[in-house]
């Protein structure tokens, strides 16, 4: 437990952590240390109020803590959309007492962002291992059709008790599983971004998500199965990834790169599957992490020393370009100006790509084997995120080949983070890494 001490230690937003085996028999006693004096009121919905919140209830009134009623979303079709989201911070507004989130994504971000809308900090009962973001400060809500991150406040306190988390559909076990693999591709990005001198990794957030991930993802049937040792280090690794990011507030880059870029995409243009749903935001980065770790892979097997460096400059478009090349990859979408935006974030001059691809060839053999460590082969990544039960093809979310094939540019495009797409963009290997990855015997080949 020590990443745990030392993530809490540095976290600039959650203060307390309950983890293990029957921890929530602590919750009335981590409720008045975390919020002396205060009331409380239990947010959740039908399922979680049986799996949980019924229990919470008890055991905060057996501690002597005074509570509203209960706050329970009983919509059989429920996400986490504004509407919701003006609902609650209405209905807190009439109390003040301390928000009590049993539940995992759609009622811990509601929890979170309403919240922060009353300019109050919250606690959370995690009932899933099934996403990165119980300590991310901010919320992925639905407004006006898109899914966006709103910026809010971490919870105070958190209560993870694996009996409970255990309880939770093997879907959601899955869908946490394959958030926390894209910490392998993601480290993998920083360690390019940072071998070019373009982000340096900064140490301690870097540690804090990497420094126990591959144990963290060794048992998969584990996972899958319930078994408590798997859930708890599954728990822990993606709780993990929310406190470097409390402590590296610069960005999310600690626990998410190119990975996350196609899971983004897809929200951004509104993706559903054949039953009118969404994948799950783990389900959409389990095929964004497989893009990602094939590229990293061809990139270790490419003959980067090999590249020629004048012909890649000589090829490289002006910023005007490349502007007027993002505005019209996304003409007509909801986010037209989007990718010049980004792209001009992160635009180099010619004089600028040719240093980086020389500093790229000449650290290249440290560079190698620094990548060859973080990473893990695209057939293990299969098998395991396939014993767990994650998707591993497109089609596994009702998501087209071609149309993922045709996603990989503007993936590149969304984001300012420099990542494995745009090392893939500056050496011009992206279409050869494309080629191979969706073609004969590649992959997800296109027939």
């Known amino acids: 437990m020590d990443r745990v001490k030392t993530a809490l230690e540095n976290a600039s937003q959650t203060k307390a952590l309950l983890l293990g085996k029957g921890v929530i028999a602590g919750i009335g006693q981590l409720f008045k240390e975390q919020f002396p004096g205060k009331r409380a009121i239990i947010i959740a919905d039908t399922t979680t109020w049986r799996v949980a919140g019924e229990q919470v209830h008890a055991l905060l009134a057996a501690a002597g803590i005074a509570q509203d009623e209960p706050y329970i979303f009983d919509e059989p079709e429920f996400h986490a959309e504004w509407k919701y989201i003006e609902r609650l911070t209405d209905f807190l507004k009439g109390t003040d007492a301390i928000a009590v989130a049993v539940g995992s994504g759609t009622i811990n971000d ?260 620094r990548l060859l460590r973080q990473l893990v082969t695209v057939d293990e990544a299969v098998a395991r995120l396939k014993t767990v039960g994650a998707p591993t093809k497109p089609e596994d979310i009702d998501l087209p080949r071609t149309r993922l094939r045709e996603s990989i540019i503007p993936a590149q495009h969304i984001r300012r983070r420099y990542t494995i797409l745009d090392a893939g963009v500056r050496t011009q290997l992206i279409g050869t890494w494309t080629n191979q990855l969706f073609g004969k015997g590649g992959l997800w080949e296109i027939a």
């Not at 626990?255 to 196609?262: E, K, L, V």
């Not at 993002?326 to 790509?353: C, S």
């Open 110 to 369: 509601l929890t979170k962002l309403s919240s922060f809308h009353n300019d109050r900090r919250y606690m959370v009962v995690a009932t899933a291992a099934s996403m990165d973001g119980y300590v991310a400060f901010g919320a992925s809500i639905t407004k006006d059709g898109n899914k966006q991150t709103f910026p809010c406040t971490a919870p105070l306190a958190v209560v993870a008790d694996v009996d409970i988390i255990a309880t939770a559909p093997s879907q959601m076990t899955a869908s946490g599983y394959a958030d926390l693999f894209a910490k392998v591709p993601a480290g993998a990005d920083w360690i390019l971004a940072d071998a070019l001198g373009i982000e340096p990794i900064d140490p301690l957030a870097f540690g804090i998500v990497q420094d126990g991930l591959h144990d963290a993802l060794s048992d998969p049937l584990g996972a899958r199965n319930g078994d408590p040792v798997a859930l708890q280090k599954l728990i822990e690794g993606l709780l993990l990834g929310g406190f470097a990011m409390q402590a590296y507030p610069k960005s999310s880059r600690p626990a998410s790169g190119a990975d996350h870029q196609f899971s983004h995409l897809l929200n951004m243009e509104n993706f559903v599957m054949k039953n009118g749903q969404a994948p799950s935001h783990g389900f959409q980065v389990s095929i964004g992490t497989l893009v990602s770790l094939s590229f990293h892979e061809m990139l270790t097997k490419s003959d980067v020393q090999g590249i020629d460096v004048e012909r890649c400059v000589a090829a490289w478009p002006s910023l005007e370009d490349q502007e007027a090349y993002a505005l019209k990859l996304f003409e007509g979408t909801d986010f037209p100006t989007l990718g010049a935006r980004e792209i001009k974030a992160k635009y180099v001059t010619p004089d600028e790509l040719r240093q980086e691809l020389n500093q790229l060839k000449a650290t290249w053999p440290e560079t190698r084997e």
